[in-house]
Every structure is written in C-alpha cells, then in structure tokens.
C-alpha cells in the first residue's frame, strides 16, 4: 500500500510532464516562426495573418455552429422518437418488456452539439486559411482608377470585393445546402416527411408535421437567400466567360446569360418570401413548388437557352456579333499585361552601315557578350569551383561602372554545398556547425576572353582577387543563398569552415545581425520542434550562438509574404563590398475582367511592383515598391503598414544594378505575339500573329531566349543596359516563316527603366531572321568544312546565343562558336566568333577581326579587356606564347594525320568494291560523288596542312 502511495504522485507528474511536453511541442512551430518574423524585423508579416485568420475562423465558425446545432436541436424530437420505437420494436419480438428509452435527449444533445461543433471548426479552419487575404484586401481595396467595358465597374471592385463575396457565398451555401438535404432526407426516412403521388403541385400530397415544416422553412430561406446571393455573383463573373471567341462576356453571355442571372436574382427572393411564408402557412407546396421551379428554369435558362443563341445566332456571323467583345479582350489584356505603355517606332533594317558609323557605336561594340551565360557556368565550376563542395548555381548578367567606363558583367556567387561533401564527412557537426556558408564570387567581363578560348576572371579565387575597385568585396561570406537549404547553428564554441588554405583551413565565427539566440526557453522550444536534443549534448553551443532558419532566399521570402509571387531567378550584386541577391517580386491576379490568362501561367495580370534585396551575410530582407502606383500594392501597403520602403529610399548603388525581370518580359513578349494586333479583324483572323524568333543552340532548335545587352537604342545619344527580343511571323508546320519583323526592347537605366521600346521592320521588306541566319552559316562552305572537321571524333561544336544587334538601322548578328570534347568533366572553349551583316559572313578569331572581314580595315579597334587571368601571368619572356603555338602546331598536325588515315580508308574500300554488270549513270553518279568527298577532304588536309606549316614556320 505505501509502496502504491509513493508510486501515483510520481506517476501524476511524469503523466504532467508528457502533457507539458506534448503541449509545448505543438506551439514549437509557432514560436519558432513568431522569433524569426520578429528577428528579421517584420512582426506585423507575422500577427496580421494570425488575428485575420483568427477573427474569420471565429465569426465563420460562430454562425455555422449556431445555424447546424438549431437544425439539428429541431429534428432532436424526431430522432429520439424514432430510435427509442425502433429500438422498443425489436425487443418486443424477443420478449414484451417495458424498458427506459435507449437514447436520452440528454445524450442526443450532447452529441448533436459535439457534431455541431466538429462540422463548424472544420469549415471554419478551411476558410479562415485561403479567404484571410481577401477579407483583408475587401477592408482595405484600392482603385485601380480603370472600368470594365461591360458594368463599368472600378477594377477594384473585381480584385478586392468580388473574391470576397465569392469566400462568403462559398463558406455557408456548401454547408447549409448538404445539412438540407441531410435534414430533409431524415425526416422521410423517420415518416415526418410523406409523399402520397408524385404530383407534389397537387395539395395535401405531400404531408409534413408543423415542426419540420417551420424547420425546412427555415434552411430553405437562407439557402435561397445565398443563392440569389450567387446568381448576382454569377453575373459579374461573366466578365471571365470563355464561351466562343472571346475570352470575356461575348455576344451570348451579355444577351443570354447576363439576362437569365438577373432574372433568377428575383426568382430566388420569390422563393425566399415563400419559404419564409410556409414557417406560418400549413401548405407544403410552399417549400416543394419552389424548389422545382428554381431547378427547373435555371437549367433551361443558364444553360440550354445561351448554348442554343451561341449555336444558332452567334457563330454564323461570328466576327460580326463578336467584334466589340474582342476590341474589350485586345484593351484589357493589354492593359493587364502593361502592353498598353509599349512605345512603337519604325526601324528601316536595311540603312547601309559603314566603317564610319561603326566608330558611333563602339560602346555597343565593346560590350558584346560573347562569353554565352549557358556554358560558362560548366566553366566556373570547372576554373573556379576550388573544392567539390563549392558550386555556382547559375550566371547573373548585370552591369557596372568600370573605370569610368559601362561594361557588362558576369556574376556568379560561390556558394556551399554540403550534399556534394565526402559522405563520411557529412555527419551532424560538419552539416549543422562547420560547413555554414559560401564564399566570395566569380565575375567576368562579357566579352572578355583568353587565348585559351576562355573568360577573363574579372574577380576570381578564394579569397576573391580583382584589379578593379568597383569589384572588391570586403564581405564574401554567403550565409543565405539559392543553394543554403538546411539550418545551421553559427557562433559557437567551435569556429566555421570559412575558405580552404591549400592543405589547412581558415576559420571564422558568424557576426551577423540576424539570427535566433539560443536562451534557455529558446533552446528548449527549438529542440522540440527540430525534434533533435544536440542542441543540449553539443557542448559548442552557447547562449551567445544562433540558429539560422530559412536560409534559401527563396524559400526565405516566400515565408515573409506568400502573398507576392516571385521571379525563380535572382541575381547577385556587389554593393559597397557586400554581396546582395536581388529578387523580382510580382503583384498578380486572375480577376482582370477580359484579359486573357497566359499560356504557362494562371494569372491575367502582372506587375513587377516589388524588388526584394537580401543581405548574402546576414540575410536581412529589404522590401522595395518600385511602382507606388499598382493598386494592388497599395492595398498590401494599407494591410501591412511599415513592410514596404519607397523606392527613394533605395540606395543608388542598388538601384543602379536593377534589372528589368526576364521572366515578366518573356511573359509579356509571348502575349504580345498575339496581342500586338489591335484590329478587331486582324486579331479575329490572325493573320498578323508573331513567334519569338528561333536559333540554334548547341545543336539543337530552339526559341531565342531574351538577353541583356549594353548598347546604343535608335534615336539615343548613349549606350544603356537593355533586354530585348526578336519577332518572326507565327509559323506552321507546313509554312516555315522565319523573316525578322520586328524586336522589343527593354529599358532599365535611370528614369527610363520599366520603359518598354517595340521596333518594327517594314512588312514590304524580308529581312534574315536569327534562324535563317542560323542556316547561312551552315550553308558557308569554308564555315561548314570548320564545323565538320571539329566535329570529329573526340570533340563537339556548341554555338552560343545568336546575337540579333540594331546597329545603325540595320542588323548585324554575332555568334559565338565553342569546341568542346567528348570526354567527361571536358569544358567548352571558344574557338571562333561568327559575324554577319547582310549577305557578308565571316568566322574570325575576334570580334574586331570579324568585322573587319565585313566591313574593311577601318573598323575601330574594340578594347574588348582580353587580357590573361591571374593563373596565366608570365615574366614577359615569350616562352609561354611559343609553347601555346607549338602546342597548336602539334595539334593541328594530329588533325592531318587523322584525316589523312579516314581519305586513305575510302579510297581503299572503293578499290576493293566488285564492278556491278549494269553500273551505269547511277554509279557513274556514286563514283562522282565518291571524288567530290575525297577532293573535299584533300582541300581540308591541304588547307589545314597549310595553316600548321604557316604557324610552323611563325
């Protein structure tokens, strides 16, 4: 017995003890997530959903509960009756008895309101977590100052109140609608409820106790109360229709439909008041006829009679009943997409371009990027990666301000990559406090290159070295970054892995700002929810160390506000010698009435409202508006006071190194292909329709993906950094058309940036596109001969993006030409530059080589910064230019002999080749053909031979 005693106390509080514990477990997450939105800063990201969600899941979940717990409490009667008289029935056939009810109204209550309460959580927990941003955005809408064509209706009614009433409408017709039909059913199972014909306009055929029948009265009326509620919803969202041509109300919807739903309004409120007429009045045909009648006619009304007007009147003169609806698609897709503000001018494409005009243009010139962003980052990895656990996730194209001097560079950060570590190192202590961070960048200039065929580092190494001041980086540690996946712990006891020193390390201790300490509470709470007790066994953990959540800057911002939808591609900057990523954060919706949705998106509507800078040490989260005047922004600046800064408050040297997004201009550019037409006719027939304009990559087609230059727009006094794109005419699979017809530019330097320029060819003119151009250069013999004997064994040819340059009102396209071997782990060089301008084409070592080979030796000298990189400095004595060349000449002696050893392979099998009886003009033919290939493979030992005895001879 004392042993019993002494064992439930101590029982009791290890049960409390697992109680406190599960309880603190499930507020783990919370806590943890209110401490990081509290440490960056942004606690209002934090609290604002939280209450909203609250408040909507309160109210919601109040009235849900009141309106199921009375409906169920009224059949309560009923039920009981009927389970105690079934129940009472089968004992009866065993034996007559009297017994107690089996069910208690005591006991039904409680469980009615248990399920009351269940029904009502779920419901409201649902709402509270997808309509919290539309009650918050119908509290605090802005104008967007811009009507539909249809109600003439502020666009902001459609964003920011429609969604609303549709949350509303969806939150309680659902629920109420099933709880009828589960009331109604009941009540006949249990005979409440009987029906003597089926005849039920017919009185007294369907015969309903008082009590039911106030019930049902009751559901009916709220149900036909929300639907009327809906019909008017309906009518608004025809503006989103997608019958027949138009994408928006058409021809049908604004005489059929939009008809029908105003109509049906009143038929639900007639409805309504019998409903409510029958909780007073005995006759059921008040809740029966109603019901019927409203089915009925709404599906005779909303879906046969608008099929059969599109069918019957709509579609045989289709253009003619359709033209002012797709005039509204053309207006407001244009408007959703900013296509509207798109400044068009004329480009001749054909003014004769001299020696003397190219000196007006070389600052365009200088800056052509030759270095394509696709494979170089094959190199970086390869030159720069240092270490296996090093990796460049991507190449960022931005520009700075050299010497004085605009050049185009090449960025990428270096960042850690623990997975790629050695997997006996990856254990807990190396994953979570050693390896916490990346270190330092690579850059390169454009159009930078080395004899090797590779890019001139700009900045390289670890610890990063550069000649140039604008490029020094005093800060390169990389805590936060598109590859940081996991958490970290950071100043512990034990100092981070911070950059190797050949067979050593250099170690260093995190200093940042941002970053959760771990006080006792902290560390208790954490532990839970990272369900890992090291944070207690590790001894280097301190009160001083901090835990770094969410360090994926993607991962990062999308925490702080879901509510933006982000560019899957940032880029870094060097700011002040720190590094800093840049992420394009966009306003979107699908509520723009007309517009028509993109093809790979599910929004009709976008803005680049939002750039996003984060700190790459200490990962602190800046929120720029950069267009103040989106309604949409204004509404989440009103929602969410003190998150966003104005853009004046944006550092220059930030704000000099912002970009135009590419994926909204690619976005733009595929609704422009069609949406560039404005006549109703035109744009109906689509006779005028664009495709992005198509290259060849690698070896393979494709469409020409948009790309950053620096260079001199028509009509401008100075070079800009610009994104542009090429047009074809749409093509078919039978009818390839591939002519350049026009090109969209996008400005980004000072005031001008956001400002979109489209320049269209004359249509009486054809003039090369990128792929035709693509097609020239396979056709050149010399070119063509170059690429197959490249393309032998051991070794591939990569052509890199087909520059399209407006340059003097013509164009003059560039195209970078890599070799790279077969062989794993092989990194692609380049080996020659293709130029052509016109029905000129040259192939040359350089670009200046290039065009003097077009347009004569008077062509400006170009400073394209190709000197050596660090690696490859000599003592100046000539020795290592004269092992480069002999290295070429053995190189290219190889080449003969291998060419050389295939001619004599052919000859051979044709001499052993048995003379057929009727060989006559065919293989007189093949024969011919057979000396064409060996006389071309003579000429290309010849001229290879040639050029190996001239570097010989050098």
């Known amino acids: 017995m004392r042993g019993k005693s002494i064992l439930k106390p101590g029982l009791k509080v290890l049960v409390l003890l697992i109680i406190i514990i599960a309880v603190l477990s499930a507020l783990s997450g919370f806590y943890e997530d209110w401490l990081w939105f509290t440490d960056l800063g942004y606690a209002t990201l934090f609290w604002t959903p939280f209450f909203s969600k609250v408040l909507i899941q309160a109210i919601n979940g109040t009235m849900l509960f009141l309106v199921i717990f009375a409906t169920l409490m009224s059949g309560r009667h009923a039920f009981t009756t009927f389970y105690n008289e079934r129940f009472r029935k089968r004992i009866r056939l065993v034996e007559e008895v009297n017994l107690p009810p089996a069910v208690s109204p005591r006991r039904v209550t409680i469980s009615l309101l248990v399920l009351s309460a269940v029904i009502s959580i779920i419901v409201s927990f649902i709402v509270g977590f997808t309509g919290w941003l539309d009650f918050l955005s119908f509290v605090n809408a802005s104008s967007f100052n811009y009507s539909d064509p249809l109600f003439n209706q502020d666009l902001g009614f459609f964003v920011f109140k429609l969604p609303f009433f549709e949350t509303i409408y969806n939150a309680f017709f659902s629920p109420i609608l099933i709880l009828t039909l589960f009331t109604a059913l009941f009540y006949i199972m249990t005979g409440v409820v009987r029906f003597h014909s089926i005849r039920i306009w017919k009185k007294d055929v369907v015969v309903i106790s008082p ?13 036909f109360a929300l639907k009327g509620f809906g019909y008017y919803i309906s009518a608004y969202e025809l503006v989103y229709s997608h019958r027949g041509h138009v994408i928006g109300a058409g021809y049908s919807d604004i005489y059929a439909s939009l008809p029908v739903f105003k109509i049906l309004v009143v038929v639900s409120l007639v409805c309504f008041l019998f409903s409510l007429i029958a909780f007073f009045r005995k006759d059921s045909r008040l809740l029966t006829m109603p019901i019927m009648f409203l089915i009925v006619f709404s599906l005779f009304t909303s879906g046969v ?16 009943k359709e033209t002012p609806y797709i005039a509204s698609e053309i207006q407001m897709t244009r408007y959703a997409y900013g296509l509207d503000k798109i400044a068009e001018q004329d480009y001749t494409g054909v003014d004769t371009v001299t ?11 200088n800056n052509v990027r030759l270095n394509d962003p696709r494979p170089m980052q094959q190199i970086y990895n390869q030159k720069q990666g240092i270490r296996q656990y090093y990796k460049f996730n991507d190449i960022d194209v931005d520009r700075y301000n050299i010497g004085g001097t605009y050049r185009q560079v090449m960025l990428s950060a270096r960042e850690i990559s623990v997975q790629d570590l050695d997997p006996k190192a990856l254990t807990f202590i190396n994953t979570r406090f050693k390896y916490t961070h990346g270190f330092g960048l690579t850059a390169s200039f454009a159009n930078a290159v080395t004899t090797k065929g590779l890019p001139a580092f700009a900045v390289s190494n670890v610890p990063p070295q550069t000649d140039y001041e604008e490029l020094k980086i005093t800060e390169p540690r990389i805590y936060f970054g598109e590859l940081t996946n996991d958490w970290v712990v950071a100043d512990t006891k034990s100092k981070e892995f911070d950059y190797p020193l050949g067979n050593d390390y250099a170690m260093n201790n995190y200093a940042g700002k941002t970053g959760i300490p771990f006080t006792a509470f902290n560390k208790l709470m954490l532990s839970l929810h990272q369900m890992t007790p090291r944070f207690y066994l590790a001894g280097e953990v301190t009160s001083e160390s901090k835990l770094l959540l969410n360090r994926n800057i993607l991962d990062r911002v999308k925490k702080l506000a879901p509510f933006l939808t982000y560019d899957d591609d940032p880029y870094t900057v060097i700011d002040n010698g720190r590094i800093k990523w840049i992420i394009d954060a966009y306003t979107t919706t699908d509520k723009i009435p007309y517009s028509s949705k993109n093809s790979t998106q599910g929004f009709n509507y976008i803005r680049n409202s939002v750039k996003v800078v984060i700190d790459a040490y200490d990962g602190t989260v800046d929120f720029y508006a950069i267009d103040e005047e989106d309604p949409i922004l204004k509404t989440y600046q009103k929602i969410f006071p003190g998150v966003f800064k104005s ?17 909204m201009f690619k976005i733009q550019c595929d609704m422009l292909n069609t949406f560039h037409m404005t006549n109703t006719k035109v744009f109906y027939n689509k006779e005028d329709a664009w495709n992005v304009a198509k290259e060849i990559y690698g070896s393979a087609e494709q469409n020409v993906e948009p790309y950053y230059v620096i260079m001199k727009l028509p009509g401008e006094t100075k070079e800009e950094f610009v994104l542009m794109q090429p047009f074809t ?31 269209k060819m004359p249509k009486n003119i054809e003039i090369d596109g990128p792929f035709q151009v693509e097609s020239r250069i396979d056709q050149d013999p010399e070119i063509s001969q170059q690429f197959a004997l490249w393309d032998q064994k051991g070794s591939s040819v990569l052509r890199g993006n087909l520059l399209v340059l407006p340059i003097g009102g013509n164009i003059l396209f560039v195209e970078p030409i890599y070799l790279q071997s077969t062989t794993s782990g092989s990194i692609p060089e380049m080996k020659r530059i293709v130029v052509v301008y016109e029905d000129k084409i040259v192939m040359a070592d350089t670009l200046e080589e290039g065009l003097k080979g077009i347009f004569g030796r008077s062509v400006p000298s170009l400073n394209t910064l190709q000197e050596k990189p660090l690696e490859e400095s000599g003592a100046g004595d000539g020795t290592d230019t004269t092992k480069t060349e002999l290295k070429s000449v053995l190189e290219q002696i190889k080449q003969i002999r291998e060419m050389l050893e295939a001619l004599e392979n052919q000859v051979t099998a044709i001499n052993n080749e048995d003379p057929t009886p009727d060989s006559g003009l065919g293989t007189g033919q093949d024969v011919s053909t057979d000396n064409k290939a060996e006389n071309a493979s003579a000429a290309s030992v010849k001229g290879t031979a040639a050029e190996a005895t001239v570097n010989a001879g050098q």
Do not use: C
């Not at 020696?355 to 010139?365: N, P, S």
């Not at 749409?730 to 005031?751: C, H, I, K, Q, Y």
């Open 211 to 223: 009590t039911a029948r106030r019930h049902l009265g009751v559901l009916l009326t709220i149900l």
């Open 729 to 759: 005419p749409a093509s078919s699979a039978s009818n390839s058309r591939n002519n350049l017809v026009s090109w969209l530019g996008a400005r980004m330097d000072g005031e001008n940036y956001g400002k979109l320029v489209l320049y």
């Open 305 to 320: 009679f608008p099929t059969m007007l599109q069918s019957m009147v709509v579609v045989p003169n289709e253009l003619e």
């Open 355 to 365: 020696a003397q005009d190219l000196k007006d243009e070389v600052g365009t010139l």
């Open 647 to 663: 853009n004046s408050e944006m550092p220059y040297s930030l704000k000099s190194h912002l970009r135009y997004p590419e994926t």
